[in-house]
């Protein structure tokens, strides 16, 4: 019955059924996220409804939105139906989602567990190709000054500047800041540059009284924290 379905025009469903009209009734959070997708692409294929072309973009990532967003316009247009226009609007879309996480919020956000680190900088280097060293920097209180993008680098390893890290540190009166770096290749075990680094960053700190709270090492499959580890 599914597979039927797929293959008609969404126009041929009840109005109920049809993804912008179902938004319209029964509001955004009772679409499901191929629903979503569909409405962005529109129309299907030959073969698909939009909703149908959806839900095949969609398994082809078994369904992880994480791993959609980290498609190409290239590797959407190997989809049938999908043309550059269509593709070019999925990535925009998923996109503004990122950046809508990494928004500043009136409140600024309290840091009370390396669990609540990790939410505020996974969106921004969870993914990436390749390596980056970022701080935030922390009031009295524990809640984010900013966010700092210290150094990019490539597949395995940037180089960091520790006057940099404070230097940024000191412009904002941190209290206290938090180290994060990204490991491309998935890995979350600390390498012996990290350590090090990890040990030279909490020295300097020391004498310029910015306490380094945490070094949090991100990949897809999760974190490392120092701080959890014993390891700070």
Do not use: C
Request: overall charge positive; aromatic content about 6%; hydrophobic content about 40%.
């Amino acid at each position: 019955m599914t597979q039927y379905i797929n293959k008609i025009s969404i126009k041929a469903w009840a109005e109920a059924d049809r993804p912008r009209e179902k938004l319209l009734q029964k509001g955004k959070q009772n679409l499901s996220n191929a629903e979503l997708i569909a409405i962005l692409l529109g129309s299907g294929s030959r073969e698909l409804s939009a909703v149908g072309l959806a839900q095949l973009v969609l398994q082809s990532k078994s369904y992880n939105l994480n791993e959609l967003g980290k498609s190409t316009v290239t590797d959407l247009k190997e989809f049938k139906g999908i043309g550059e226009a269509k593709a070019i609007g999925i990535i925009a879309a998923l996109e503004l989602g990122r950046r809508r996480q990494l928004s500043d919020l009136r409140e600024k956000p309290q840091i009370r567990s390396s669990q609540d680190a990790y939410r505020e900088m996974a969106p921004i280097i969870q993914d990436l190709p390749h390596e980056e060293f970022w701080i935030l920097l922390l009031n009295r209180a524990n809640r984010i000054l900013s966010r700092e993008k210290i150094s990019s680098g490539g597949v395995s390893g940037t180089l960091v500047d520790a006057k940099m890290v404070f230097e940024k540190a000191v412009a904002k009166t941190a209290s206290s800041i938090m180290l994060f770096h990204n490991h491309p290749s998935g890995g979350l075990t600390p390498s012996q540059a990290d350590i090090s680094l990890t040990r030279k960053l909490k020295e300097a700190g020391k004498v310029l009284d910015t306490q380094v709270l945490d070094h949090l090492i991100i990949s897809e499959r999760g974190y490392y924290s120092f701080a959890d580890e014993g390891k700070l």
